[in-house]
């Protein structure tokens, strides 16, 4: 599985397509005018780039989510800006909802050349770390994406002027980016970009379970060197770290949503000692696995 290049089609006549979801993000609704849409199968669960901007909500469900070299939990209500061919993909732990707009400021001709859009350059530059949107500006954002649904094309695109506006004019910093600064996106010949991209499914489909690097390799064309190197050029990360950053991103969606004890989470999450589990935890999330529970568990 390389880099899945995603080909966007908005429709006919349109130049901005909406999507939305209920259940998961395999199989979406392309909204195409008002109250209409079809389904279509959805590239979400793949990592996955497009010369499109995307804008998504997740209105509910909860699970991991990868954009450039960052990797985290996200949790409904989240809503991230994703810039130009920059790698990305949700991985859900439960059934969710949510809307995707996605556009393309380069295409040739029409709204997207004037100066109003031209001018929303830098916009578009700290999009290419991926923004976490937050607090207010969150909140004015979701009342407008629920309601596209149900407006016609050109009142879409009217709202998302709207949403432009109210990003690229935080004041309060609550556009917050992703990707580290050292984030560079990966070349779209890179020849090793398949074999980086089915480790990236390894590791995140099989991490409950023991995965040794070398037995990894052992099915693909790459020495250990050549590897390490393209894979943390991919990802910003080195095989052991992209695989613990994982399980502790999973073992905190368990500390937040189960009464199960941190023992028995450190186990199903993939580490075989609870120290190790500990060291980790504090070095990605700054506190301990029990003072992390009780300030975000349900418990």
Same mark, same amino acid.
């Given at each position: 599985?390389?880099?899945?290049?995603?080909?966007?089609?908005?429709?006919?006549?349109?130049?901005?397509?909406?999507?939305?979801?209920?259940?998961?993000?395999?199989?979406?609704?392309?909204?195409?005018?008002?109250?209409?849409?079809?389904?279509?199968?959805?590239?979400?669960?793949?990592?996955?780039?497009?010369?499109?901007?995307?804008?998504?909500?997740?209105?509910?469900?909860?699970?991991?989510?990868?954009?450039?070299?960052?990797?985290?939990?996200?949790?409904?209500?989240?809503?991230?800006?994703?810039?130009?061919?920059?790698?990305?993909?949700?991985?859900?732990?439960?059934?969710?909802?949510?809307?995707?707009?996605?556009?393309?400021?380069?295409?040739?001709?029409?709204?997207?050349?004037?100066?109003?859009?031209?001018?929303?350059?830098?916009?578009?530059?700290?999009?290419?770390?991926?923004?976490?949107?937050?607090?207010?500006?969150?909140?004015?954002?979701?009342?407008?994406?629920?309601?596209?649904?149900?407006? =016609?094309?050109?009142?879409?695109?009217?709202?998302?002027? *709207?949403?432009? @506006?109210? !990003?690229?004019?935080?004041? /309060? +910093? #609550?556009?917050?980016?992703?990707?580290?600064?050292?984030?560079?996106?990966?070349? =779209?010949?890179?020849?090793?970009?398949?074999?980086?991209? *089915?480790?990236? @499914?390894? !590791?995140?489909?099989?991490? /409950? +379970? #023991?995965?040794?690097?070398?037995?990894?390799?052992?099915?693909?064309?790459?020495?250990?060197?050549?590897?390490?190197?393209?894979?943390?050029?991919?990802?910003?990360?080195?095989?052991?770290?992209?695989?613990?950053?994982?399980?502790?991103?999973?073992?905190?969606?368990?500390?937040?949503?189960?009464?199960?004890?941190?023992?028995?989470?450190?186990?199903?999450?993939?580490?075989?000692?609870?120290?190790?589990?500990?060291?980790?935890?504090?070095?990605?999330?700054?506190?301990?696995?029990?003072?992390?529970?009780?300030?975000?568990?349900?418990?």
């Amino acid at each position: 599985m390389a880099v899945y290049l995603e080909n966007i089609e908005p429709g006919k006549g349109q130049s901005l397509r909406l999507l939305s979801w209920t259940r998961g993000v395999e199989r979406v609704c392309l909204h195409t005018s008002a109250g209409q849409y079809e389904e279509i199968d959805g590239a979400g669960v793949l990592w996955h780039r497009h010369p499109e901007i995307e804008l998504t909500i997740v209105t509910s469900g909860s699970g991991l989510r990868m954009v450039g070299n960052h990797l985290g939990r996200f949790a409904g209500d989240d809503i991230a800006l994703i810039g130009r061919n920059v790698p990305h993909y949700w991985r859900m732990q439960s059934d969710s909802s949510g809307y995707c707009l996605q556009f393309d400021p380069n295409r040739k001709g029409g709204i997207w050349q004037s100066p109003e859009f031209v001018a929303l350059g830098k916009l578009w530059k700290r999009a290419q770390r991926g923004l976490q949107i937050n607090g207010e500006l969150a909140g004015s954002l979701r009342k407008i994406i629920t309601e596209l649904p149900n407006l =016609s094309p050109l009142s879409r695109m009217a709202r998302l002027i *709207e949403l432009l @506006e109210l !990003i690229e004019g935080d004041n /309060r +910093n #609550e556009a917050l980016p992703l990707a580290s600064a050292d984030f560079r996106i990966p070349e =779209s010949d890179d020849p090793y970009g398949e074999v980086i991209a *089915e480790v990236i @499914e390894v !590791i995140t489909t099989g991490f /409950r +379970n #023991e995965l040794r690097l070398e037995e990894v390799l052992e099915r693909q064309p790459l020495s250990r060197a050549t590897f390490a190197r393209h894979f943390k050029t991919n990802t910003g990360k080195s095989f052991s770290a992209f695989l613990a950053e994982v399980r502790v991103n999973s073992a905190c969606h368990e500390l937040a949503t189960t009464c199960r004890s941190v023992t028995e989470i450190a186990f199903d999450s993939g580490f075989n000692d609870l120290p190790h589990f500990n060291r980790m935890f504090r070095k990605l999330k700054g506190t301990s696995p029990l003072k992390w529970k009780k300030a975000h568990g349900a418990f």
